[in-house]
Nanobody, 125 residues
Framework: QVQLVESGGGSVQAGGSLRLSCASS????????MAWFRHVLGKEREGVAT???????SYADSVKARFTISQDKANNTLYLQMNSLKPEDTAMYYC???????????????????WGQGTQVTVSS
């Protein structure tokens, strides 16, 4: 499994921005799909964004046009730029990695087997 470490969470007011980072223990981006998920206690872990090994991205409808997933291949780091934050974005955010090939991008949390420890994002109104 790939070792992942998130950072960059914090507390912001609604309308603010944060950038989350996820450092990987190895060069993942040629063979792995990467994703950001978020979790609120009492709810299912929700997929936020994915990026495949060709750089194609997808987003949950709730974050489209506000969040951007990207990767710095030279530094083995995945990012999630979050703009126009809303109180409903408050959650623990996790990055995840899974080997992928053939154009298929895992979307379900059950398909990812490498996870970081999470970073808390709190948005106040």
């Amino acid at each position: 499994q790939v070792q992942l470490v998130e950072s960059g969470g914090g507390s912001v007011q609604a309308g603010g921005s944060l950038r989350l980072s996820c450092a990987s223990s190895e060069y993942t981006y040629r063979r792995y799909c990467m994703a950001w998920f978020r979790h609120v206690l009492g709810k299912e872990r929700e997929g936020v964004a994915t990026i495949d090994n060709d750089g194609s991205t997808s987003y949950a409808d709730s974050v489209k046009a506000r969040f951007t997933i990207s990767q710095d291949k030279a530094n083995n780091t995945l990012y999630l730029q979050m703009n126009s934050l809303k109180p409903e974005d408050t959650a623990m955010y996790y990055c995840a990695a899974e080997y992928c090939s053939g154009g298929y991008v895992p979307n379900s949390r059950y398909e990812y087997h490498s996870w970081g420890q999470g970073t808390q994002v709190t948005v106040s109104s």
